[in-house]
């Protein structure tokens, strides 16, 4: 089960962060990797970023800059920071966990609900 | 990055029917596509992934076909409980989804 938490506003030009809690499997675990992604309203899914148990992070090329994702194996949540936020990032976010199949890279199960992230002032 | 083109984009179908979604894709994404299913007010679910591999728990009327840049889901015989949206998904060349397809009755 993942569970997302932050602010449902965020000014222009501030940043954007949330968490994912993740309960039922631990963040570190080899057998997964985490990640984020958003749907704006009226549009498609966007990919954000991954997290994989080595440490590395990859990101949207269209985001790279102002995104970062973290994770806190104590507390076993990951989060998002996005910066210098604009109307057009406007969205509902989610958090998910990706399958490992044979080692390399799989598609995301399960996803959190998402939470609804409105920029404005 | 790889553009994922879903088709049609609204596929108006009746219980008890077969319903098929396309995807293609802009390069080659060998087998690493998925499908998923999206109500309102729920999380996306996997249905399928490995192009044809179906997830745990997933009823064996949705099946997925395809390799390279073009791929397929098939629901066998819709149940009131699958009017939904559809989207396809590629892993092989970071992450990218389809537009989405909603199945109405």
């Known amino acids: 089960h993942l569970q997302e938490s932050g602010p449902g506003l965020v000014k222009p030009s501030e940043t954007l962060s949330l968490t994912c809690t993740v309960s039922g499997g631990s963040v570190s675990s080899s057998d997964y990797y985490w990640g984020w992604i958003r749907q704006p309203p009226g549009k498609g899914l966007e990919w954000l970023g991954s997290l994989y148990s080595t440490g590395s992070t990859y990101f949207n090329p269209s985001l790279k800059s102002r995104v970062t994702i973290s994770v806190d194996t104590s507390q076993n949540q990951f989060s998002l920071r996005l910066t210098s936020v604009t109307a057009a990032d406007t969205a509902v976010y989610s958090c998910?966990?990706?399958?490992?199949?044979?080692?390399?890279?799989?598609?995301?199960?399960?996803w959190g609900q998402g939470v609804v992230v409105t920029v404005s002032p | 990055e790889t553009v994922l083109t879903q088709s049609p984009a609204t596929l108006s179908v009746s219980p008890g029917e077969r319903a098929t979604v396309s995807c293609r894709a802009s390069q080659s994404v060998g087998d690493n596509l998925a499908w998923y299913q999206h109500k309102p007010g729920q999380a996306p679910r996997v249905l399928i992934y490995?192009?044809?591999t179906r997830a745990a728990g997933i009823p064996a009327r949705f099946s997925g076909s395809g390799s390279g840049t073009d791929f397929t889901l098939t629901i066998s015989s819709l149940q009131s409980e699958d009017f939904a949206v559809y989207y396809c998904?590629?892993?092989?060349?970071?992450?990218?989804f389809g537009q989405g397809t909603k199945l109405e009755i």
């Open positions: 998910a966990r990706g399958l490992r199949i044979y080692g390399a890279t799989g598609p995301w199960d399960p």
């Open positions: 490995g192009a044809s």
């Open positions: 998904q590629q892993y092989n060349n970071w992450h990218s």
